[in-house]
């Protein structure tokens, strides 16, 4: 994936180094000037419904357009973004974008459509999360119902009961949720069940290896037969070639995201192809 984000430079941020304090403080500061200067910007990726094989929804994904060295994905950088606390507002300004875009999209004529964001650990542990959401919402003027949330499995359960109440107030909205790398964590089934979710969003590790690795291929059945039982949709993730969308359908796994379809891309890329796809 590594050579598909252009312009990166590894070396500079490259993970083990991460590791020295040196370049932690390093990073740190160039984090607080990237936000001071407008330099986080927001990729979109479809997510495509398998029985229709149509666009039904788009993943906003953080990207750092540094001046320097170009576009860098948030794995080298989210771990210290997270620690330092600068997620916190790093992630609104993604929500801000996306929202504001999808009510662009909406308004341009485009079908409307769910736009999901990633949220933080730190972001959803803020005790004021439900009024910076309904602050954005009003603010941009998007309607909550096509605003998706994903967190990840381990933030679920973290506190469960914390969870439940800050996602059901988020759900009373009108807001969909989703629970992101689902098999990566550590879920307990009988909490799963209790949490007010509509989504489970399958790791593409699993996917991989899925049409070869027998034990995947378990998982990802179990997964798909889990989250329809527990009345949830359930969306694989990094799906790269026409034989794990097959293997997926067959098994009646209802959307799926990777580069077998798109990639993600700018907002002039995303919007070029919405306006294909739907207004011809
Ligand atoms: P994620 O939310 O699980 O997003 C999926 C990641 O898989 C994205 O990486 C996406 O570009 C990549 N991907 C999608 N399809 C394929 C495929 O077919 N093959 C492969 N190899 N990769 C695929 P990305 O954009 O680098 O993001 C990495 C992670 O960073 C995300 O994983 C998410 O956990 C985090 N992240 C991204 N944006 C945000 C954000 O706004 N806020 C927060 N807190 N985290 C974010
Ligand atoms: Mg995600
Ligand atoms: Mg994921
Ligand atoms: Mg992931």
Known sequence: QAKNQGRNNYQFFAPSMNESNMHRLELEHSLRRGLEKNEFTVHYQPQIDIPNNSIVGIEALLRWDHPQKGIISPAYFISIAE????????????????????????????????????????????QNLVQVITDILQETGMEPHYLELEITESLAMHDVEFTIKTLNELRKMGITIAIDDFGTGYSSLSYLKRLPIDILKIDRYFIRDVTKD???????????????????????????????????????????????????????GITNLLLNTFKK
């Not at 009510?103 to 933080?120: D, F, I, T, Y």
């Not at 990094?238 to 794990?244: C, K, P, S």
Request: charged share 20%.
């Open 214 to 268: 027998p034990g995947n291929e378990a998982i990802v059945d179990a997964i798909i037969l889990l989250a329809h039982n527990l009345k949830l949709q359930v969306i694989a993730e990094g799906v790269e070639t026409e034989e794990q969308l097959n293997y997926l359908r067959s098994k009646n796994c209802d959307l799926v995201q990777g580069y077998y379809f798109y990639k993600p891309l700018p907002v002039v």
């Open 83 to 126: 620690e330092t606390g600068l997620i916190v507002p790093i992630g609104e300004q993604v929500l801000r974008y996306a929202c504001l875009q999808n009510k662009e999209w909406q308004l341009s004529g485009l079908p409307p459509m769910r736009v999901a964001v990633n949220l933080s650990p730190r972001q959803f542990q803020q």
